[in-house]
């Protein structure tokens, strides 16, 4: 990835996802890091919005996707968010983590994760 990043850390949404009944009917809270990598030397220079990602519209995506239709596995969710990243034309590489922190393990557990991490082709 690239030396310039935008990051959006610890974004929570609550959503429908995964392979219980219960999860759709009931759906649990999601934790969504992101990191994108672009060039954010025309922006530090104008201080103009237009000159770099809006992240406030990259957060409401994140938002819809998780509040959105439902995905068996969280692999097909962080899928989706990775693919929402680069809708952006000026992000060159991204990385996702997303958590599920109440996944029905039978246990105790922080939370169970994927991290995905793609640049663009």
């Not at 239709?69 to 097909?76: C, D, G, M, N, V």
């Given at each position: 990835m690239g030396s310039d990043k935008i990051i959006l850390k610890g974004m929570r949404f609550y959503g429908r996802h995964g392979c219980l009944p219960a999860e759709l009917e009931l759906g649990?809270?999601?934790e969504v890091d992101m990191e994108l990598s672009l060039d954010l030397t025309k922006a530090g220079k104008?201080?103009?919005?237009r000159d770099t990602l809006n992240y406030a519209e990259l957060y409401e995506g994140a938002k819809a996707v998780v509040e959105g239709?439902?995905?068996?596995?969280?692999?097909?969710l962080a899928e989706k968010l990775i693919g929402l990243c680069?809708?952006?034309?000026?992000?060159?590489a991204a990385k996702v983590l997303l958590k599920k922190p109440q996944a029905p393990?039978?246990?105790?557990l922080d939370y169970a994760?994927?991290?995905l991490v793609r640049r663009r082709n």
């Open positions: 649990q809270w999601f104008s201080d103009d919005l239709p439902s995905f068996a596995l969280i692999e097909a680069f809708d952006f034309s000026q992000v060159e393990l039978g246990g105790p994760a994927v991290e």
